[in-house]
């Protein structure tokens, strides 16, 4: 079997293809980028750019399954294109099962919001697709474990109202990928990759404070000055705007969901928040 990662030179592609190198022997494994020679070995490079049609269906050719990473381009219905671009390759190019990387709580939006080019991409691969898969994600423990030091000068972790979060690793959100790509039964699903458990904003504060030993709470904030509060941090204004759709979201209620997918996709549980938040903030907790 042929398995190809289209985004494959990013930290989740790059996170895939290890764990298919670890666990997919027999298969052949294809890592599509922009940048193929960056692609890690055993993995073959292959280029593929998202907003050049004409190379997805190069790089797709012979694939019997493909796994859609989205790209980091937030640009206002950049990825919706995308995503359509690249299932449309896959199709034509005779691609037997589309998995598609997907984020928690989905629905129909419209632009600017940043999960509204999900929605245009699971529909079109719902419709168009021989075989599919959707994997979506909570938000990541990383990108959270990354944040958090911004917050410990001012003591205070903002949010936009109160809100529940199942935060899940990157690399657990990579194993359950390979899962998908290397296992049989998965067509016509929607998984959901989460943590195994949902932290109140007042639960997440504490657990910062505990582990970097200075204070932190969690406070309800209006977006004016949480938006002002990160520009203060250094944040650039589409990074800005991107986290303050990303708090909506917390508000809404679109990770606050835990299932047991990690487990039953990669064999194993998945990380708890505390893990990484501890590895991230142990040179802060050393100063303290």
């Given at each position: 079997?042929?398995?190809g990662v289209s985004g494959a030179s990013g930290q989740l592609g790059k996170a895939v293809l290890a764990k298919l190198a670890a666990r997919g022997a027999g298969h052949r494994v294809v890592g599509i980028s922009r940048t193929p020679e960056?692609?890690?070995?055993p993995a073959q490079g292959r280029l593929g750019d998202y907003d050049r049609a004409e190379t997805l269906l190069q790089a797709y050719s012979g694939l019997d399954r493909l796994l859609l990473i989205p790209s980091a381009d937030l640009g206002p219905g950049v990825r919706g294109r995308q995503f359509t671009a690249a299932i449309d390759a896959a199709v034509r190019a005779g691609v037997k099962h589309i998995v598609m990387v997907s984020t928690a709580g989905t629905c129909e939006l419209a632009e600017p919001a940043l999960s509204a080019a999900y929605w245009v991409g699971e529909q079109h691969l719902v419709k168009t697709a021989p075989r599919w898969t959707i994997l979506r994600m909570n938000y990541y423990a990383e990108s959270f474990a990354q944040q958090a030091p911004m917050f410990l000068g001012s003591g205070i972790l903002p949010g936009l109202g109160e809100n529940r979060v199942a935060f899940v690793s990157r690399d657990d959100v990579a194993a359950a990928?390979?899962?998908i790509l290397l296992g049989e039964g998965h067509a016509g699903a929607i998984y959901n990759a989460t943590g195994p458990v949902a932290l109140s904003g007042a639960q997440r504060a504490a657990l910062v404070a505990e582990l970097s030993g200075k204070p932190l709470r969690f406070a309800v904030s209006d977006e004016a000055p949480l938006?002002?509060?990160?520009a203060q941090a250094g944040l650039p204004g589409g990074?800005?705007?991107?986290?303050?759709?990303?708090?909506?979201?917390?508000?809404a209620g679109a990770f606050d969901v835990v299932t047991g997918d990690v487990a039953r996709l990669a064999g194993r549980e998945p990380r708890a928040l505390r893990t990484l938040l501890a590895d991230s903030l142990r040179p802060i907790a050393a100063d303290a």
């Open positions: 079997m042929e398995i960056r692609v890690p070995a990928a390979a899962g938006r002002q509060g990160l990074f800005a705007d991107a986290v303050i759709d990303i708090e909506k979201r917390f508000v």
